[in-house]
């Protein structure tokens, strides 16, 4: 599941749950895999529990950890087209970007000068968020934001270089300073806690003792499992948790919201990312939540990959 603040930090969560490094869910090569090898080494070099020697060894191989993390980077940015090129396969030119970075990374997806990429490097599919990364002397924080997203652990970001000032390019790299749907934003002002019921139960009418459970472990409590109803407010709080909280039972907590006729307490974000994840990317379900999204040109432009950046 797609981390709430970075896979370094799921691999220092797993350590201190005992975890270890042969628990890495990751592909062997992508930066999801290497950035959880990287905080769980950072975790287990933190935590005290390594004699002198062996903690030596292991700041050696956090080093060379980061090396790699860096290299990782650096090997995808390669492989990407220069930001004219795109902008040649999109019909708009880079000097029209700024304000458009949702629709210029879906637009680019769309054109097929990104395949080649995917083919080496994992599926993308468009995300939105906020974001929350470097940011050239003056700009305001707290920016709105829309970018491509593999579930392999990397961003491509065609837009990036409209918050830092620098020369236009396309950027790939890890997801620390991609906010999805806003999530880290929205924890910082809503209750950690899940709140008591509220008003009316609503029946759940599940039968699977194991989905059931579900419920309970995101909202700490066991009424669910021994009523078998939630309340809306519950449910509310429940769906507009992160997805790394909800897990691998988000597509459950989604799909009982819409059989109960309560579709709208879902997060559009959430939805999107839920079903691009399982089921590939659909054009035609991007444009029902977005509708300023223009179409892209079906012929496949040749795709020009030297670029400093």
């Excluded at 994992?122 to 491509?148: E, I, S, V």
């Excluded at 669910?224 to 709080?237: A, K, P, Y």
């Amino acid at each position: 599941m797609r981390p709430f603040i970075s896979h370094a930090q799921t691999g220092a969560d797993a350590y201190l749950r005992g975890q270890n490094e042969d628990g890495n869910p990751h592909g062997e090569g992508t930066i999801a895999r290497i950035e959880w090898l990287r905080g769980h080494l950072a975790a287990k070099v933190e935590s005290g529990d390594l004699g002198e020697d062996d903690e030596d060894c292991a700041r050696v191989y956090l080093g060379d950890t980061e090396i790699e993390a860096n290299r990782a980077a650096s090997r995808l940015r390669l492989d990407l087209p220069t930001a004219t090129a795109v902008a040649d396969a999109i019909g708009l030119p880079v000097k029209e970007w700024k304000g458009k970075c949702f629709a210029v990374s879906v637009a680019a997806l769309e054109s097929g000068i990104l395949d080649d990429f995917q083919e080496k490097h994992g599926t993308l599919f468009p995300a939105y968020g906020m974001y929350d990364g470097p940011l050239a002397a003056g700009r305001r924080q707290f920016n709105r934001h829309g970018w491509l997203e593999s579930v392999e652990g990397h961003v491509v970001d065609p837009t990036r270089w409209v918050f830092t000032d620098e020369y236009p390019h396309l950027w790939a790299g890890r997801i620390d300073d991609y906010d999805l749907g806003g999530m880290r934003l929205r924890s910082a002002h809503r209750p950690t806690v899940a709140p008591g019921p509220e008003g009316m139960p609503i029946r759940l009418g599940i039968n699977d003792r194991k989905d059931i459970l579900a419920f309970d472990r995101v909202l700490r409590s066991g009424s669910v499992s021994s009523t078998g109803m939630i309340s809306t407010n519950e449910l509310h709080w429940l769906l507009t948790c992160p997805l790394e909280q909800l897990g691998q039972d988000a597509d459950l907590f989604v799909r009982t919201a819409d059989r109960l006729g309560l579709s709208g307490l879902v997060p559009v974000d959430t939805r999107l990312w839920l079903d691009f994840a399982t089921n590939g990317y659909d054009p035609a379900k991007l444009r029902v939540a977005h509708r300023d999204i223009p179409e892209t040109p079906r012929d496949k432009p040749a795709a020009t990959t030297f670029s400093p950046f």
